[in-house]
């Protein structure tokens, strides 16, 4: 009975249409008994013939184009007596023989506002009494079969979901023989070098030291190696070298600025909300170093995931582990609907659908209004899992305006809280000033306008209401009015031609004889005589609001009305001359800076219990206003690896149970996400290239069986990630260059699912942004704290779309804001991920404007200066400067004609830039110099790892 | 059971991503035609697997074919942030009039934004105009005289009464998830004919209520995101794209550094091998040099004659701002840009009273009523008018009844929108709202149907632009959207 827009989908949830509906759907199961006389009469040859004349057409007419066929929306098919008998996914249609318990009925009345049908608009009244006829009579049809086919199966059995490859049990596979033994290091290689065998062809050379180092060095810190570190590795000749190397580097704490931020792209990490209303996340920067600090410290994987899913519940949960239950609330929320029901399944569904893709690879969202249509979920798991969750409080109880505020734990001592209340009184204070001043400038202007209405209406009556201000304007000026003030007057006078007050004014002006005296002698004295008149009742009665002649009564509110003939332009821009305008801003600009300034009340971001639910109704089609059968909490059916079922407690919401069952071994999907997403991350494609679907709808493991095994090494090593990295750098898969003689194999996998060479890989927008600075000499390394300039909860923009957030910071682009609705120019053209949803595989796009952003961004030309600066003051001639800016640059030293293109380039531009030909100007050598280190940074062999 | 569902998740046979479209995915140039010829076969390729329709192209973002015979070229969209009134502006309500001031006698919506009280009559008057005698109001009294130009929407219908929800579902079908926009989407389904220029240009947008997701490409290759140029709390006259200008070089010396860049990236080709993404990079800095003096000429409009900058308002404070984005948006339109749109959004005074009706919207009408008659006339004298379709319009409209004294609130329930040019008929209203204006009552139109429609009219079925992306099909109008034929010429 829902129309296609009404009917649910993936990706927008629709005004709800339905109420409760479970107690019709048994009113319907009894029916037959119930309303026997009437269905005997519906087979009545009369009552046939009707339904053929009357009813069927208007079936035919507004139902069957979305409740027909294959087209069955709402899961309603009336075009046979079967399906108008079976009803649609909110139980049955028609009660024979009851048309006011029909929600046929009901829906053509078009008095329900969640249920009305046809939906493009309403049927005449003759028709929809036909229709009541119709089901009054038991609802005769003499339809036989259906128009429509066999129903086409979709999703898949629980039973086959099991011999579905990603929800078998992890296997422990055995390290194949291969040939070309002598290239294993690592059973890794044997993985892949005996596919690589099978078609006949062998791995890529070993990259070189160069390579390599420039390759680990960006891949586990982000940024590229200094000449220092390249000397000293170039010098190692020990066998261990490289893992020396590998040691050092995730010994750094710079490790997990880049291995955290990582996670962080699953985690959709934002400062902002974004979506609706764009609040500052002013705590969320706690999550984010929680993040960093978890993979600096080599966290076991199962606890992390525990944390960011039940730190809260934890037995001694502290302030670390509430934090990490920011990766639950971090997401975009639809902050101002009106319709909390909506929002609170909404939140729900956003939450479940980012567990179910970091950490299990499952589109869990599909399965919101329906059975999968592809994977073993049914929507009896979804809400088993959204009943955990809607124990869960995800809302805090403040509001800003209309906006919510999502929940937080404020760890703020007495002292701090009773010292915010004043910073509060003051910021409110400095609010108020701001608007007092406006008003009271405002109501100067308006005095001042009331003083010449006379004047107004004169020169008012002087032009035609079509002129433009700058002709108004000039007339204006000469007699002290207000140009926009005059502007709307007589706008006002256009409006409200049968206005009484001003009935005269268009008498007068349409006559034409000396309009402009004939208007004063009319409305002085009216005007006069109606504020004297008004002073007079006052003295008589310091009460009296009004007057009691007609004329004078309303010549005197036409005078008074703020939004009359000569309102003040509510524009402050527009009301104000220079002077006062500028004061307006500064006090406006001053109340903002010292809200972006205070100092936020210490607090974490994080869920909490709520009240607990041990079931959730199925909601029909995603509404929360249809309901079916309850379901109690539990995990995915599919998944499961016990018929033992857990017993969830009642004062909880079963977070944790969840969430360690989800970090248990005999999971099958939550190590094999995770080992293919940090083999995704070195490599740059994942042995399952879809990072978050591991479903049929995601793409097959390349290499199922090194999937399995590396899962299961993980395991062994407690979860340890940096084990992994040792396990998975150490291998000669990874130490392999990035080209291959071979061309038949790159004819035949061009992707490199087979990995015969290592691939070629885009730096990243942080690692683009990192490595300018850094190789410039102007990176600040220092870790973690609150970055955003704004406070907690404050309007990142409101409406006057106003950018206040600035990049200026030389801080590792992990600590830039991340602002939703408005990333950040570098990063959002160097494809950084769309931070409202988990994202492991970034995008490497090549498109015009980041060119742009390479040839004219500050942050790039600023940098190239320094890098200029800086091999210019060392002391050395200009073909040894050159070999340093390469080395800093790309890690490598320039070619015999590398460093000859260079100098002629840097002396041609010296020249060019030169403003007296007959000196060498340093100014003039430094440009040129920047140009050529601007060169380095937009080359691609600077952003493109080999 | 949505087994109709089934078609936009159909699965490929091998269950993998065809491999040259995940090279798109990973190598999409834009702006423009890049020599490309590899991988243009291979968007050909994969639009031929989602929508049946076997494209000619050579370039992700040349001009492709469309689905049906296109009315339209291109569009510009009229965009009035806040939710300009409809009772107020093109849908009478005698009855509101007559009983203003008495309760609404039928019942609120279940959720509304704001406390409402009774009817509240417009403060102006409408007039008849034009040979089909259409009403418009005193507020757009030269608009009015392009009424027979205009397909008044009567009966436009959304989902949420907020701003933010409400405008995402305007410009993306969708108020709770990141989707593509409507300009992403007809650049994905038709490319563009300019190739020095962006297919799909944002003028002075809003970045609050969904900001760049207003006009970002979501999943959608990159080269399908609109272009912003300024923003809401610029004037159009200093609007600008980012990094379109270096502030230190001359353009010789520009040149100079890029043909170093450029030997240096052919030297590199040589040992990182032959790989598209990089000699799309190589280009990439080509076509950003050529943009460079491309983009100021077009913002230039001193080429203009002194009559057309008149007629767009220029000339006058109070219409200069939008008359100037709308006269740019008739110079990227004639360049061959395909989507341009372009936003009313105050930095203080919007289209949303809920107080202070009668001032706020009496500025804001002042402010777009003569530009927008001006563009409309320029287009039809350079016969451009024919097959580019203008849309007006507010991500709602406003209540009947009054908030406070003399304010309306948000009203996604009914509202109206226009369109003129590209395949619709003139002088035409379609739909209407009860008698009230508080519901859309005849010839609904959803917002998913006036996508549907939009796409109908530019050429794309809106059941066959499909994306696959995480899985899943994904369409601008979900699963819903019918096509309003009626309103075609």
């Known amino acids: ?946 | 059971m949505a087994e109709n569902i089934t078609s936009e998740c159909s699965i490929d046979s091998d269950g993998l991503l065809p491999a040259r479209r995940r090279l798109l995915k990973s190598a999409a140039v834009g702006f423009g035609h890049l020599a490309f010829s590899a991988l243009l076969a291979g968007e050909a390729a994969a639009d031929e697997a989602t929508s049946a329709t076997p494209r000619q192209s050579d370039g992700p973002l040349s001009a492709k074919p469309p689905h049906l015979p296109a009315r339209a070229k291109r569009i510009v969209f009229l965009f009035m942030k806040g939710g300009p009134s409809h009772v107020d502006t093109f849908d009478p309500k005698p009855l509101l009039d007559r009983d203003s001031g008495k309760p609404l006698p039928f019942d609120l919506p279940r959720v509304t934004f704001a406390k409402q009280g009774n009817l509240l009559r417009s403060p102006w008057k409408f007039k008849q105009h034009g040979d089909s005698g259409l009403p418009v109001s005193a507020l757009f009294p030269n608009v009015a005289k392009h009424v027979d130009d205009l397909c008044i929407l009567r009966s436009v219908h959304g989902t949420n009464p907020a701003h933010g929800g409400a405008l995402l579902k305007l410009h993306t079908g969708s108020d709770q998830f990141v989707r593509p926009s409507m300009g992403s989407w007809l650049i994905y389904g038709l490319g563009t004919e300019n190739q020095n220029l962006p297919a799909f240009v944002t003028i002075c947008p809003t970045l609050a209520h969904g900001g760049v997701n207003n006009w970002g490409s979501a999943f959608l290759p990159a080269h399908c995101q609109g272009t912003p140029i300024g923003n809401a709390s610029l004037a159009s006259s200093a609007a600008q794209v980012k990094h379109i200008r270096n502030s230190r070089l001359t353009s010789q010396q520009q040149r100079k550094q890029l043909d170093l860049i450029a030997a240096m990236n052919r030297d590199h080709l040589k040992v990182a091998g032959n790989d598209q993404a990089l000699e799309g990079r190589l280009s990439s800095f080509e076509l950003a040099f050529r943009m460079q003096s491309t983009m100021p000429e077009v913002q230039d409009l001193s080429e203009e004659t002194d009559t057309t900058q008149r007629q767009y308002g220029i000339d006058d404070p109070v219409t200069q701002d939008f008359g100037r984005q709308c006269l740019l948006a008739r110079r990227f339109l004639e360049r061959g840009v395909r989507f341009v749109q372009v936003t009313h959004s105050d930095s203080e005074v919007q289209w949303d009273q809920h107080g202070n009706l009668y001032q706020g919207h009496t500025k804001n009408a002042s402010e777009v009523d003569k530009p927008i008659a001006g563009f409309l006339q320029d287009l039809k004298d350079r016969d451009l008018l024919k097959d580019t379709l203008v849309i007006w319009g507010g991500e709602f409209g406003r209540t009947p009844t009054a908030q406070g004294t003399n304010g309306r609130d948000h009203n996604p329930h009914g509202f109206t929108m226009w369109m003129a040019g590209g395949g619709v008929k003139g002088g035409f209203a379609y739909g209407a709202t009860d008698e009230y204006g508080y519901y859309a009552a005849e010839n609904k139109m959803h917002v998913h149907d006036l996508h549907a429609t939009i796409l109908h009219l530019l050429g794309l079925d809106h059941e066959r632009l499909t994306y696959r992306y995480a899985g899943r099909d994904f369409r601008l109008t979900d699963v819903a959207g019918h096509v309003a034929k009626d309103i075609f010429v």
């Open chain 1, 1 to 946: 009975m829902l129309t296609r827009r009404e009917q649910h989908s993936l990706n927008s949830l629709p005004k709800q249409r339905f109420r409760s509906r479970c107690i019709l759907v048994m009113v319907i199961a009894i029916y037959p008994l119930l309303d026997a006389g009437n269905v005997r009469a519906a087979d009545e040859p009369a009552s046939l013939e009707f339904f053929e004349k009357d009813v069927r057409p208007l079936l035919v007419k507004h139902c069957y184009e979305c409740h027909s066929a294959g087209d069955v929306d709402g899961g309603l098919n009336l075009d046979s007596k079967a399906g108008v008998a079976k009803g649609g996914d909110s139980g049955a249609v028609v009660v024979a023989g009851a048309p006011e318990r029909s929600l046929l009925v009901e829906a053509v009345r078009y008095q329900n506002q969640d249920l009305q049908m046809p939906p493009k608009g309403r049927m005449s009244d003759a028709d929809i009494s036909i229709l009541e006829k119709w089901v009054r009579l038991g609802a005769p049809d003499s339809r036989k079969e259906s128009r429509s086919g066999a129903i086409r199966p979709t999703g898949m059995s629980i039973e086959d979901g099991h011999e579905f490859w990603s929800f078998k049990p992890v296997a422990d596979p055995a390290v194949p023989a291969v040939e070309h033994a002598d290239w294993v290091q690592t059973p890794i290689d044997a993985f892949v070098l005996a596919k690589l065998e099978e078609r006949k062809t062998g791995p890529a050379e070993r990259a070189d030291k160069r390579t390599l180092l420039r390759r680990v060095t960006f891949d586990l810190i982000g940024l590229p190696p200094t000449p220092e570190e390249i000397a000293a590795f170039l010098a190692d000749e020990s066998s261990d070298a490289f893992g020396k190397v590998v040691e050092r580097l995730l010994e750094s704490p710079q490790y997990g600025v880049r291995w955290g931020r990582h996670w962080l792209d699953v985690a959709r990490y934002a400062d902002s909300n974004g979506l609706d209303e764009n609040l500052a996340f002013g705590n969320a920067w706690r999550y984010r170093d929680y993040v960093v600090d978890s993979f600096n410290d080599d966290k076991p994987f199962d606890q992390f995931l525990i944390e960011q899913l039940a730190g809260d519940l934890l037995p001694g949960a502290n302030r670390e582990t509430k934090t990490a239950t920011g990766f639950l609330i971090l997401g975009a929320k639809v902050l101002a609907e009106p319709d909390k029901e909506k929002l609170f399944m909404d939140t729900i569904d956003e939450q479940l659908d980012s567990v179910g893709k970091a950490f299990l690879g499952m589109t869990i969202g599909c399965v919101r209004c329906h059975d999968h249509k592809f994977d073993p979920l049914k929507q009896t798991d979804y809400y088993a899992l959204a009943a955990i969750f809607k124990s869960t409080r995800t809302f805090g109880d403040t509001q800003t305006g209309v906006i919510k505020h999502w929940h937080e734990y404020s760890f703020a001592t007495e002292d701090e809280l009773a010292e915010l209340k004043k910073i509060d009184a003051e910021l409110a204070k400095k609010k108020s000033t701001a608007s007092s001043f406006k008003s009271k400038a405002t109501a100067k202007l308006r005095d001042e306008a009331r003083a010449k209405a006379t004047e107004y209406l004169m020169v008012a009556a002087s032009f035609p209401s079509s002129a433009s201000l700058t002709e108004v304007a000039a007339l204006a000026e000469p007699l002290g009015l207000h140009p926009r003030i005059l502007h709307h007057c007589r706008l006002h006078m256009q409006y409200h031609s049968d206005d009484p007050v001003f009935a005269k004014w268009h008498e007068l002006k349409a006559a034409g004889n000396a309009v402009s005296e004939d208007i004063e002698k009319h409305y002085r004295p009216l005007f006069q005589n109606a504020e004297t008149a008004f002073a007079d009742a006052q003295k008589k009665d310091a009460k009296a609001k009004t007057l009691d002649d007609e004329t004078l009564k309303s010549a005197r509110a036409a005078l008074h009305d703020l939004s009359g003939f000569l309102a003040v332009p509510p524009k402050p821009e527009f009301a104000f001359d220079a002077e006062t305008l500028a004061e307006y801003y500064r006090l406006m600009e001053e109340a903002r800076l010292a809200e972006s300034n205070a100092p936020d009340e210490p607090s974490i971001m994080g869920v909490a219990d709520g009240t607990v639910l041990t079931s959730l109704p199925i909601h029909i089609r995603g509404s929360h206003r249809n309901f079916g059968e309850p379901v109690a909490r539990e995990f995915p059916e599919v998944m499961r690896n016990s018929t033992v079922r857990p017993v969830l407690p009642r004062n909880q919401s079963g977070r944790l149970e969840l969430a360690r069952w989800m970090a248990s071994t005999q999971h099958p999907l939550t190590a094999r996400v995770y080992v293919n997403r940090i083999w995704r991350w070195h490599f740059g494609t994942g042995i399952v290239a879809s990072t978050e679907n591991f479903g049929r709808l995601g793409d097959r493991p390349s290499h199922p069986e090194l999937l399995d095994w590396l899962a299961r090494r993980f395991m062994e090593s407690g979860w340890s990630t940096k084990e992994l990295h040792r396990l998975i750098l150490s291998s000669s898969v990874y130490q392999m260059a990035s080209f291959h003689t071979d061309e038949a194999i790159a004819e035949a996998d061009p992707e490199n699912r087979l990995l015969w060479k290592f691939g070629l890989r885009r730096l990243e927008a942080e690692q683009i942004r990192d490595a300018i600075l850094a190789v410039s000499g102007r990176l600040d390394t220092e870790i973690g704290g609150k970055t955003l300039p704004l406070r907690n909860r404050q309007f990142v923009f409101n409406h006057t779309s106003v950018d206040h957030t600035k990049y200026d910071s030389l801080r590792r682009s992990l600590y830039l804001p991340v602002i939703r609705n408005n990333v950040y120019s570098l990063f959002s053209q160097f494809d950084f991920p769309d931070p409202t949803m988990p994202t492991g595989s970034r995008n490497a796009t090549v498109v015009a404007p980041q060119a742009l952003l390479m040839m004219n961004a500050g942050l790039v030309m600023d940098s190239a200066d320094h890098l200029a600066t800086l091999v210019l003051s060392e002391s050395l001639d200009n073909s040894q400067r050159v070999n340093l800016a390469y080395e800093r640059a790309l890690g490598r030293l320039p070619s015999e004609s590398e460093s000859h293109r260079s100098l002629a380039f840097i002396s041609g531009a010296t020249s060019t830039a030169l403003t007296d030909a007959a000196s060498v100007d340093s100014a003039a050598e430094h440009s040129a110099w920047s140009m050529f280190c601007q060169s380095l940074f937009a080359s691609n062999e600077f952003i493109y790892l080999r």
